[in-house]
C-alpha cells in the first residue's frame, strides 16, 4: 500500500470560485510521480512535456512536468488521498 | 531613467533558477525581491545592534532606539508627512486599517454613520469596516465600479452624504493596477466633513505620494511590497486626529504612566507620545530598520523613474499581449496613463491556476486566483484572474519570454 504523504510536499486549496486543489510533490519524488501517473491514467493531451491532461476513473486532472498536479471536482481531501494513492500504486 | 540591469545585480534572488529555468518574478503585488542592501542592514543590526527600544540605557539600547526612530523620520520623509509623530510602524497595510477601524471607528462611528468603500478594495479595506459595524450597526456603503474597472466617481458622489464619516479607497488596485483619483475623493469626503482613508499598499512601492498633496487623513502601506522585510509597515494619520484617537493595543511602550489607585481599586493610566501610542510591545524594530533601507535604496532610484520604468514595462506587456491570440484577454482597462504596472488576464478555457502553474515551469512567478479582492471579480464575471505585475528589476527580455509561454499556454 503507497504511503501518500511519502509522495506529497503540500497541497493547495486555489484562490478564486474553482474548487481545485494543486498538489506539490516532493522534488525527489517528482519524476517517479509524473512516471507512474502517466501509466495509469490516459492522456488527452499533451504540450511540449511540460503538461500533461489526463484522465483516471471519473477524474480529470492536469500534471506538470515540474512535479505539480491540478485536481478539480473533487469532493474532499479523503477523496483526493484515495485518487493519489491509486495513481501512485 | 533607471537601468533594471544594474539594478538586478543588488537582488541576489533574481540570479537563482526555477524548474531549470531563470526565474522571472512577475508576483510583485504580493510582494517584492529584497536587494541585498536590505538583507544587510537586517544582519547588521542582529550582528551589532541587537536590544530593545525605548527601555534602558544602555549602549546597545540607545543604538537600537536611535536607527528605529530615524526609520520613522525617513518613512515620513519619504511621504511628505509633517514629521514621524504622523507615522506609525505596523505590521503591514491590513493591520494599518484595523488600526484605523478599531481606534477609530470603534469609538467614533454610531447606528446612523455610514462608511464610504469601493468594490475594487482588498478584502483588508472592506473587512475591518463589516466587522465593525457589525458592533456599532452603521453601514457600508460600496462605490461601483465600471465595467473597465475604473472607479465610478458618479457612484461615491451620490453615495456620500452628511452620514458619511469614512471614505475609503485604495490609491491603487491591486487587481487592475488602476490608480484612483484619492485627492479628488479627499476633496468630496472631506466637503461633507468626513475623514478619508487611503490603502496605498499598491501606490507607496511604485509612484511619488505626497501625503500633503492628497490630503489625505490616513495612508496604509506595507514594506515588503517596497524591498522591505515582511511584518513591517506604516500608517500614517494626520497628527490632530491620531492625537484624538484611542489606542489600538495596550501594554508596553504605547504608555507613559500606569498608576495604582488604592481607593479607587484601579490604574489609571496616560498614554505615550506620539507615534508610541499605537506601537505596543516591543515592535519589529528588525523590520524597522530594513523598512528605512528600502526607503533608501528607492530615494537612490527616485520614485520619478521607478514610475516610468513601470510605465514602460507596462505599455510593453499590453503591446505584446495584443499580438497574442483573441484567446488571451487582459481584464480592465489598458490605459497605462490611469494605470501601475499590474495587468490581470486570463486565456479563455484556461483556468487562472493552470496558467499560473503553466508559467511556474518555466520559471515565471505569476498570482492565480481573486488576489484578496473578490467583488471585483464578481463585477467582472470572473471565477478567478491571473495577474503579472512589475518592478524596478523587471525588463522588456523577461515580457518577451513570458509572452512566448503565454503562447504556448494558448494551446491549452
Given at each position: 500500500?503507497?504511503?501518500?504523504?511519502?509522495?506529497?510536499?503540500?497541497t493547495?486549496?486555489?484562490c478564486?470560485?474553482?474548487?481545485?486543489?494543486?498538489?506539490?510533490?516532493?522534488?525527489?519524488?517528482?519524476?517517479?510521480?509524473?512516471?507512474?501517473m502517466l501509466?495509469?491514467?490516459k492522456?488527452?493531451?499533451?504540450?511540449a512535456?511540460?503538461?500533461?491532461e489526463?484522465?483516471?476513473?471519473?477524474?480529470?486532472?492536469r500534471?506538470?512536468?515540474?512535479?505539480?498536479?491540478?485536481?478539480?471536482?473533487?469532493?474532499?481531501?479523503?477523496?483526493?488521498?484515495?485518487?493519489?494513492?491509486?495513481?501512485?500504486? | 531613467m533607471?537601468?533594471p540591469?544594474?539594478?538586478?545585480?543588488?537582488?541576489?534572488?533574481?540570479r537563482?533558477?526555477?524548474?531549470?529555468?531563470?526565474l522571472?518574478?512577475?508576483?510583485?503585488?504580493?510582494?517584492?525581491?529584497?536587494?541585498?542592501?536590505?538583507?544587510?542592514?537586517v544582519?547588521?543590526?542582529y550582528?551589532?545592534?541587537?536590544a530593545?527600544?525605548?527601555r534602558?540605557?544602555?549602549?546597545l539600547?540607545?543604538?537600537?532606539?536611535?536607527?528605529?526612530?530615524t526609520?520613522?523620520e525617513?518613512?515620513?520623509?519619504?511621504?511628505?508627512a509633517?514629521?514621524?509623530?504622523?507615522?506609525?510602524?505596523?505590521?503591514?497595510t491590513?493591520?494599518?486599517?484595523?488600526?484605523?477601524?478599531?481606534?477609530?471607528?470603534?469609538?467614533?462611528?454610531?447606528?446612523?454613520?455610514?462608511?464610504?468603500?469601493?468594490?475594487?478594495?482588498?478584502?483588508?479595506?472592506?473587512?475591518?469596516?463589516?466587522i465593525?459595524?457589525?458592533?456599532?450597526?452603521?453601514?457600508?456603503?460600496?462605490?461601483?465600479?465600471n465595467?473597465?474597472?475604473?472607479?465610478n466617481y458618479?457612484?461615491l458622489?451620490?453615495?456620500i452624504?452628511?452620514?458619511t464619516?469614512?471614505?475609503?479607497?485604495?490609491?491603487?488596485?491591486?487587481?487592475t493596477?488602476?490608480?484612483?483619483?484619492?485627492?479628488?475623493?479627499?476633496?468630496?469626503?472631506?466637503?461633507?466633513?468626513a475623514?478619508?482613508?487611503?490603502?496605498?499598499a499598491?501606490s507607496?512601492?511604485?509612484?511619488?505620494?505626497?501625503?500633503?498633496d492628497?490630503?489625505?487623513?490616513?495612508?496604509a502601506?506595507?514594506?515588503?511590497?517596497?524591498?522591505?522585510?515582511?511584518?513591517?509597515?506604516?500608517?500614517?494619520?494626520?497628527?490632530?486626529?491620531?492625537?484624538?484617537?484611542?489606542?489600538?493595543?495596550?501594554g508596553?511602550?504605547?504608555?507613559?504612566?500606569?498608576?495604582?489607585?488604592p481607593?479607587?481599586k484601579?490604574?489609571?493610566?496616560?498614554?505615550?507620545?506620539?507615534?508610541?501610542?499605537?506601537?505596543?510591545?516591543t515592535p519589529?524594530?528588525?523590520?524597522?530598520v530594513?523598512?528605512?533601507e528600502?526607503?533608501?535604496?528607492?530615494?537612490?532610484?527616485?520614485?520619478?523613474?521607478?514610475e516610468?520604468h513601470?510605465?514602460?514595462?507596462?505599455?510593453?506587456?499590453?503591446?505584446?499581449?495584443?499580438?497574442?491570440?483573441?484567446?488571451?484577454?487582459?481584464?480592465?482597462?489598458?490605459d497605462?496613463?490611469?494605470?501601475?504596472?499590474?495587468?490581470?488576464?486570463?486565456?479563455?478555457g484556461?483556468?487562472?491556476?493552470?496558467?499560473?502553474?503553466?508559467?511556474d515551469?518555466?520559471?515565471?512567478?505569476?498570482?492565480?486566483?481573486?488576489h484578496?479582492?473578490?467583488?471585483?471579480?464578481?463585477?467582472?464575471?470572473?471565477?478567478?484572474?491571473a495577474?503579472?505585475?512589475?518592478?524596478?528589476?523587471?525588463?522588456?527580455e523577461?515580457?518577451?519570454?513570458?509572452?512566448e509561454?503565454?503562447?504556448?499556454?494558448?494551446q491549452?
Amino acid at each position: 500500500m503507497v504511503r501518500v504523504e511519502d509522495y506529497v510536499a503540500r497541497t493547495e486549496g486555489t484562490c478564486g470560485k474553482e474548487k481545485d486543489v494543486i498538489v506539490i510533490f516532493k522534488y525527489d519524488k517528482k519524476d517517479e510521480v509524473v512516471k507512474k501517473m502517466l501509466e495509469k491514467a490516459k492522456i488527452k493531451k499533451s504540450i511540449a512535456g511540460v503538461i500533461s491532461e489526463l484522465t483516471y476513473k471519473n477524474f480529470s486532472f492536469r500534471l506538470y512536468g515540474s512535479g505539480k498536479a491540478i485536481f478539480r471536482d473533487l469532493k474532499d481531501k479523503d477523496e483526493l488521498n484515495a485518487l493519489l494513492s491509486e495513481l501512485l500504486s | 531613467m533607471l537601468d533594471p540591469y544594474e539594478i538586478r545585480k543588488d537582488f541576489p534572488i533574481l540570479r537563482r533558477k526555477v524548474n531549470n529555468y531563470p526565474l522571472i518574478y512577475f508576483d510583485n503585488a504580493a510582494t517584492s525581491q529584497k536587494p541585498r542592501q536590505v538583507i544587510k542592514a537586517v544582519k547588521d543590526f542582529y550582528e551589532k545592534h541587537n536590544a530593545n527600544v525605548h527601555r534602558a540605557i544602555h549602549t546597545l539600547s540607545q543604538e537600537a532606539s536611535e536607527l528605529y526612530e530615524t526609520a520613522h523620520e525617513e518613512a515620513a520623509k519619504f511621504i511628505n508627512a509633517e514629521g514621524m509623530e504622523e507615522v506609525v510602524f505596523v505590521r503591514g497595510t491590513t493591520e494599518a486599517i484595523n488600526l484605523v477601524a478599531y481606534s477609530w471607528g470603534l469609538h467614533n462611528l454610531k447606528r446612523d454613520d455610514e462608511v464610504v468603500v469601493s468594490l475594487m478594495e482588498h478584502h483588508s479595506n472592506i473587512v475591518p469596516w463589516e466587522i465593525i459595524s457589525r458592533i456599532n450597526g452603521f453601514k457600508v456603503k460600496y462605490v461601483e465600479v465600471n465595467d473597465d474597472g475604473t472607479l465610478n466617481y458618479k457612484s461615491l458622489e451620490k453615495l456620500i452624504s452628511k452620514r458619511t464619516k469614512m471614505v475609503c479607497a485604495s490609491h491603487v488596485s491591486n487587481v487592475t493596477g488602476i490608480i484612483n483619483d484619492v485627492k479628488r475623493i479627499a476633496g468630496i469626503a472631506h466637503e461633507y466633513g468626513a475623514l478619508m482613508l487611503v490603502d496605498g499598499a499598491q501606490s507607496v512601492p511604485h509612484l511619488p505620494v505626497n501625503v500633503k498633496d492628497l490630503d489625505a487623513d490616513f495612508l496604509a502601506f506595507s514594506g515588503h511590497k517596497m524591498l522591505a522585510p515582511t511584518g513591517i509597515g506604516v500608517l500614517y494619520g494626520k497628527r490632530e486626529i491620531l492625537e484624538k484617537m484611542e489606542p489600538f493595543q495596550g501594554g508596553g511602550e504605547m504608555i507613559r504612566e500606569v498608576s495604582y489607585d488604592p481607593r479607587l481599586k484601579r490604574c489609571s493610566i496616560a498614554w505615550n507620545v506620539l507615534p508610541w501610542k499605537f506601537e505596543a510591545g516591543t515592535p519589529n524594530v528588525c523590520g524597522g530598520v530594513g523598512l528605512m533601507e528600502a526607503v533608501r535604496y528607492l530615494n537612490r532610484i527616485g520614485m520619478n523613474n521607478v514610475e516610468e520604468h513601470e510605465e514602460m514595462l507596462t505599455k510593453y506587456a499590453l503591446s505584446r499581449m495584443r499580438d497574442c491570440s483573441p484567446k488571451i484577454e487582459v481584464y480592465g482597462t489598458r490605459d497605462t496613463s490611469i494605470k501601475c504596472g499590474i495587468i490581470p488576464f486570463g486565456v479563455d478555457g484556461t483556468s487562472s491556476h493552470d496558467i499560473a502553474l503553466f508559467l511556474d515551469n518555466y520559471g515565471i512567478m505569476v498570482r492565480s486566483g481573486f488576489h484578496c479582492a473578490q467583488p471585483l471579480h464578481e463585477i467582472f464575471k470572473l471565477n478567478s484572474s491571473a495577474r503579472a505585475s512589475f518592478y524596478i528589476y523587471n525588463t522588456r527580455e523577461e515580457i518577451d519570454r513570458f509572452i512566448e509561454v503565454l503562447k504556448e499556454i494558448e494551446q491549452l
